[in-house]
């Protein structure tokens, strides 16, 4: 499986983007995927994780009820929907597969994901 993101770009503080992330070479449907950022000189960061099933979705709390993850099982997509963008939301957007069999309260940790996009940068203008 290949994952390629999409979807990010410049925007004012405020605004919005919608984040795609396209699987080929295979079906990411039955795995958890996950969203991660990196800022210019920080370390990689969780931002969000769905399930499977996409029944079950976990944030971390500095975007909890301003991104929204989802995914399209017939699209084989997983998407990251960010309103209210503020400047520190400013990095490189990394989406990746979660490890078969991963409990749940490892769900946010990087060296639980398997597979890794290239990135998409989204930077937001102050």
């Known amino acids: 499986v290949q994952l390629q993101a999409s979807g990010g770009g410049l925007v004012q503080a405020g605004g919005s983007l919608k984040l795609s992330c396209a699987a080929s070479?295979?079906?990411?449907?039955?795995?958890?995927m996950g969203w991660f950022r990196q800022a210019p000189g920080k370390e990689r960061e969780f931002v969000a994780h769905?399930?499977?099933?996409?029944?079950?979705?976990s944030y971390a709390d500095f975007v909890k009820g301003r991104f929204t993850i989802s995914r399209d099982r017939a699209e084989n997509t997983v998407s990251l929907q960010m309103n209210s963008l503020q400047p520190e939301d400013t990095a490189v957007y990394y989406c990746?597969?979660?490890?078969?069999?991963?409990?749940?309260?490892?769900?946010?940790?990087?060296?639980?994901?398997?597979?890794w996009g290239q990135g998409t940068q989204v930077t937001v203008s102050s």
């Open positions: 990746a597969v979660l490890r078969y069999g991963t409990r749940w309260n490892a769900r946010t940790r990087i060296e639980s994901y398997t597979i």
């Open positions: 769905i399930s499977a099933s996409g029944g079950s979705t």
């Open positions: 070479g295979g079906t990411i449907g039955n795995f958890g």
